[in-house]
């Protein structure tokens, strides 16, 4: 019994270990450099540069619905993705959240997340941090490993979005 009991907690550590070290935990700063348009850094479990380009937003209630891809280029070029997130962003506070899925690159298929708020409304600058958690094997890319990151990968139409069973 006692090796049972030893057997079921050594699953359980492992699948912790596992599910922790498939999140990818990312700070980020920004800033508008046009309309539409951010650009800034990204720090944490992925440093780099990134990018963030606005797809469409309904501004027409004070709870924006915004559809945005965001591009992170990182110092390990076998770390970079693009994602395609959708969420909301409140006029009036500030804060943004949105959710989506990485299209392209690094966990390409993964879950994205992100939280973030304006800190500075004269340059439309926002901070927060956005989580990718790799997707289970039955709802596995199918981009394959890594995806690709040939092309043009901002078109409305993905090449790269996670298989539905």
Same mark, same amino acid.
């Given at each position: 019994?006692?090796?049972?009991?030893?057997?079921?907690?050594?699953? !359980?550590?492992?699948?912790?270990?596992?599910?922790?070290?498939?999140?990818?935990?990312?700070?980020?700063?920004?800033?508008?450099?046009?309309?539409?348009?951010?650009?800034?850094?990204?720090?944490?479990?992925?440093?780099?540069?990134?990018?963030?380009?606005? !797809?469409?937003?309904?501004?027409?209630?004070?709870?924006?619905?915004?559809?945005?891809?965001?591009?992170?280029?990182?110092?390990?070029?076998?770390?970079?993705? !693009?994602?395609?997130?959708?969420?909301?962003?409140?006029?009036?506070?500030?804060?943004?959240?949105?959710?989506?899925?990485?299209?392209?690159?690094?966990?390409?298929?993964?879950? !994205?997340?992100?939280?973030?708020?304006?800190?500075?409304?004269?340059?439309?600058?926002?901070?927060?941090?956005?989580?990718?958690?790799?997707?289970?094997?039955?709802?596995?890319?199918?981009?394959?490993?890594?995806?690709?990151?040939?092309?043009?990968?901002?078109?409305?139409?993905?090449?790269?979005?996670?298989?539905?069973?």
């Amino acid at each position: 019994m006692r090796r049972l009991h030893c057997a079921v907690l050594l699953v !359980v550590v492992v699948s912790c270990l596992s599910r922790a070290a498939a999140q990818v935990n990312i700070a980020f700063e920004k800033a508008a450099v046009s309309d539409g348009v951010w650009m800034g850094t990204v720090s944490g479990d992925v440093t780099g540069r990134l990018v963030t380009l606005m !797809v469409a937003a309904d501004q027409s209630r004070p709870l924006w619905e915004v559809d945005f891809y965001w591009i992170v280029l990182a110092d390990d070029p076998g770390r970079s993705f !693009v994602a395609r997130l959708t969420g909301t962003l409140d006029s009036g506070s500030g804060e943004v959240a949105m959710s989506g899925v990485v299209n392209e690159g690094y966990l390409a298929g993964a879950r !994205v997340d992100e939280s973030g708020h304006l800190v500075d409304a004269t340059t439309s600058r926002f901070e927060g941090t956005i989580r990718l958690a790799a997707a289970p094997a039955d709802n596995a890319s199918s981009c394959g490993e890594g995806g690709s990151m040939d092309g043009y990968p901002w078109d409305d139409a993905s090449r790269c979005s996670p298989r539905r069973p």
